[in-house]
Structures are given as C-alpha cells and as structure tokens.
C-alpha cells in the first residue's frame, strides 16, 4: 500500500480574463460560462434541460448534482429559483465537485458579471471555503450546498446520497476528459434516484455512448448560443430514494455532541426531545467558560485529515451565526524542536489559506503573548480560530428543542421504537430515531471501546490576561479581563468526576508562570474538572449502531470543532438526505462496523 501523500492545498484555478471580464481556465483553455450570456445558457441547459421547476414539485428533498462547481453560476442560477418556485418545507441540496476551486477573489470578479444574483452571490461569497481540500457543507436556509474539492473520481467514490437531477458541466470532453469517462458515467447511475434527470451542452458520441451504457435514455435538444445541440437524459431504474421519515427524534445528552445534533434537526423545522439531568446544559467540558475550537491539522492526506479541516470551517461559521464567539486568534507554539520541525511541514504544505494559519517566529512570539519573554520555538497562528463559551454554544444550538431534565437509566427497543426510561424505570420518551451523546456516562448505555480522561481549569480575574489565546502544553487565555488556564490530562475510569484538586490547579499556574516568566500566587483561583472521552485511535465516533441507534461520542478535547459537522452528518443519516461526510469517513468514524 502506497504512503498517504502530504495534505496540501487544492491545485489552483489559473485563469485569463476577457475583455468583458469574463474567465478563462488557463490549463483547459476553455470558457467558465458562455459568452452569449453565461445566465440564459445556465437555465437553457441545466435548469430547463432537468425539467426544473417542475421536478422538484413532488419532492420534500430534493437533490441536485454538478460535476464542475467553476464560479457557481449554475448553482445561483438553481437557487434563485427555488426561492420563487418552491413550497412550504421543502428542502434542496446542491451537491458539486470542484479539483480546482476559485480563490474568494476571482470568485467575486467572475459573478460580478451576474448583478441580478448579487444578493445570493455575496452569501456564497462570505462562506466560500477556498482552496481546502475536502468536503465543504454551507447553509443558506433551506438550501444546502455540498462541495467536494476533490478529483472526480475520488468525489464520486465518497458522495453518499441519492441525485435528482445531474448538471455536467466541467469543460470541454476534448479538454478535460478525466470528468467525461466511463467510470463517471457509472458512478452517476448508481448515485442517481429513480427517474433522476441529467443534462449538459455537449453532445460527443463517447458521452452519449457511456450514459446509454448505465442505463441513462438519452435525447438531442436544441443547443443554446453556438452550439447547435445539447443533451438530456433520464435514468428511469435508479437506486432508490434515501430520504425517510421519522417521528420526533430523542437526544440523551445536553453537551455539544447533543445540542449539534439538535441544531441539525432545528435547521430543518423539526423538534427534536433532548434528555439532560441537568437543565443549564453545563454538563461535563461543555460547562466549562470557555473553551478552543481550533484547527486539528495532519501533516497526510487521509479521509480523517479533510474532516478536520472542513470541520474547522463549519464550525468556526456555526458559532459566528449563533454569538458565542468570545475572541478570536489562538498561538499554538511548539514545545520541542522535533514539534516545530512537524509545524513547519503542516505551514509549507497550505492545506488551510493563509488567512487561516500563520507561520510565527520565535523572536515574534511575545508580540502575540503581551509580555517581553522570547520562547525556544516558533509555531502556527490561527486568526480564525475560537475562544467559546462551550455552555452560551450548547444553550443557543438546542435553545427550540423540547427539553427533558433527567437521567436517563436504560434504552430498550421494541419493534422498531426506541423506548428511554430513568433509572427506576419510568418512562421518559419513545423515538424511531434515538441518538446517544451522554459522554462519560456512555457506557451505562452502549457498550463503546473508549477511555476517560480527566481534564482540570482553572481561571483567576484579577491575574493580567495574555494578548492573545495560546497553547504551550497547555493553554492559556484571556477570560472576563484575567487568565484561564487548561488542562490537566488524567486517565480515569468511566463515569463523572468532577472533584477539583489544588495539585492539578498548582501545576498549571506554575507552568503558565514559566512560561510568562512570572510569579504566580496559585490562591484565589476557581477551578472545574470534567472527563472527556476518547477512543483508542483518537478518531471520534458518529455511526449508525442499529436501526434508528445513532451515537455520538469519542470527541475528547475537540468536541466543539468536531461536533457541529458530526451531528449535521448523523441527522442526515436519520434523515436520508446526502451526507457531508464521504464514505470512507463515515467508515473511519464507525468502529463498531
């Protein structure tokens, strides 16, 4: 088996500018959108050509694929109109596959040739993830727009959902072959829903010829502009719609793990039960003050490694939108030279932009400290990363849904109905669709191959605050105009402690006293623990464990970078709808299968 290659940034869109500011692909040497009028070809080809608005009609969800995202102009095009077209509750997804995304520059420049869109474009523009490899989930009400950053062929091999309607619209088959082959042409039919619909503006034999192969009915339209034909086509033997109902979803556990899972649920009008013993949701590291949400960064490419990064993005715009952002900016500086070596690698190999993750030096580290002390190493800045309130975050993601303050004793299942009762039996709630995220009480409930880590804080508001969050070790930052410091890292058997100890609080003042070159009184100062809980190859947990079973777990310290990605995945999995996360993640993320 060959190594995993370096996680870099996406290969970059190289483009020429026409006199009318219209872009060309430089590596291609073919056009982003027509020059006879790049808005009219859009609904000619693609809209018209899958029979939309009509199709969508009968449809609660409904799901549109693109091969080549370009400068988004198809998509725009497909949620302008929606707007206009759609009905109460309805839902569309817009999945696209993009190997060379536009910088937020030429994306802007390419769609100021739209001013009719320029409402929509600019929501897209605000949360355009760049050139991140990966899998990109944005939320703009009850449209959602997947991207897959990726090569064709390992896009389509990891998308996991069920298609409406195809555009393909990468350049030309002549120019671009690698989008227009027969394995594409499979993977199509078997991601496609009964009676999916595709569209394009080419014509070529080889295409014709590969769609007749899988299944698809094919049929010459008038062309738009130039081009004398066009194509649709219709799969009438698809693979089966995903998309199910389910009564009203229970959650056990009120940290972020449940209240993530809430949200995703909320989002789509649907009320979810959430089961928590107690009612301020200040239950383990989710109670903590504050808390990071950072970055995990790999220095391979594997599955895992694009999660975290896309993660990072729809996490960091989850928690903007919903005001629990205390500060921004957090140092992570290296503690060794070999750990330095190791972020220097991760900084040469751009896999997030710059805008996103800074090189410092050592000698410029107290210019991000506020004090005059000149570390041993240098390491990465994060402009973009979080300093949270991890309890406002858990508050304000589940704020609509139904609570229940309890302690849940046992799950039993009879037929297909999940039933959740206290520990003296009596009832609490009963689902098709339960999601277990109570953390360190997770074994009382399923039996989950995981350990326990206990982590303790401490915080004093009258000790002079750093300018910036940083990690050494451990972390400081700047909390109610003093420090916050954490954490301590125990292993400790299942189950809540959180019984604070002056020792652990001790050691973490003296540390962060070292490290600002100061003496610190470790008294008058506030502590909590908490137990996190993590699985052995450190990878969260987020399957399907039975049918309507969904858990949630394993996110140690990352719980707020990780969660609000995870739950958006698990709902989608209860839900039926296309998944943010590509195959092969899921399978990462699922150790019981």
Known sequence: MNAPSPLTATAPARLNWSDN????????????????????????????????????????????????????????????????????????????????????????????????????????????????????????????????????????????????????????????????????????????????????????????????????????????????????????????????????????????????????????????????????????????????????????????????????LYAKSLYHTHGTVLDTGILHLASSEKEQERFAKIYANHALPEHEMNWVEAHDVSKYLGVKKTPDYGGLYFPGALVLSPKLSAQALSASATKITARVGAISKMGDVWHVTDADGKPLAQTTALFVCNGANILDLWPADVRFTRGQICWNETVAPPKNAHILGNYALPFKGGVLLGATHNHVGPGEDNETRKQDSADIIKHYGDTIQASLDNSDWSARASVRVTTRNTLPIAEQTDAGLYVLSGLGSRGLMLAPLLGEALVCKALGEPSPLGKRTQKRFAPSK
């Open 21 to 312: 500011g219209e872009p060309v692909a430089q590596d291609f040497d073919d056009i982003y959108f027509s020059v006879d009028g790049g808005l009219a070809e859009t609904k000619a080809v693609f809209l018209d050509g899958c029979g939309l608005p009509e199709a969508w009609q009968d449809h609660d969800v409904f799901t549109i694929g693109e091969l080549g995202f370009g400068s988004g102009l198809n998509f725009l095009a497909a949620w302008d109109l929606w707007q206009s077209t759609k009905k109460l509750g309805q839902r569309l997804h817009f999945i696209s596959v993009e190997a060379y995304p536009l910088t937020k520059e030429q994306l802007v420049r390419a769609l100021e040739n739209f001013p009719n869109l320029k409402p929509l474009a600019d929501r897209l523009v605000a949360g355009w993830p760049g050139p991140v490899k990966g899998t990109h989930r944005l939320h703009f009400g009850d449209v959602t727009l997947t991207l897959y950053h990726s090569h064709i062929e390992r896009a389509l091999s990891a998308l996991d959902g069920r298609v409406n309607a195809w555009f393909l619209d990468g350049f030309s088959p002549a120019k671009n072959p690698d989008m227009w082959t027969d394995e594409v042409f499979a993977h199509l039919a078997k991601l496609s829903a009964p009676n999916a619909r595709l569209a394009t503006f080419t014509v070529a034999g080889h295409v014709r010829r590969g769609l007749e192969v899988v299944g698809f009915s094919i049929s010459k339209k008038p062309g738009f502009g130039r081009k004398r034909e066009r194509l649709e086509a219709r799969l009438k033997e698809g693979q089966g719609a995903y998309a199910q109902p389910i009564d009203t979803p229970v959650i056990i556990g009120g940290g972020i793990a449940g209240a993530a899972i809430a949200h995703g649920f909320i989002r789509r009008g649907i009320t979810p039960i959430l089961i928590e013993p107690h009612p301020d949701l200040d239950t383990a590291a989710s109670g903590n003050p504050a808390g990071l949400m950072m970055p995990k960064l790999d220095l391979q490419d594997r599955p895992e490694s694009r999660f975290y990064n896309a993660a990072f």
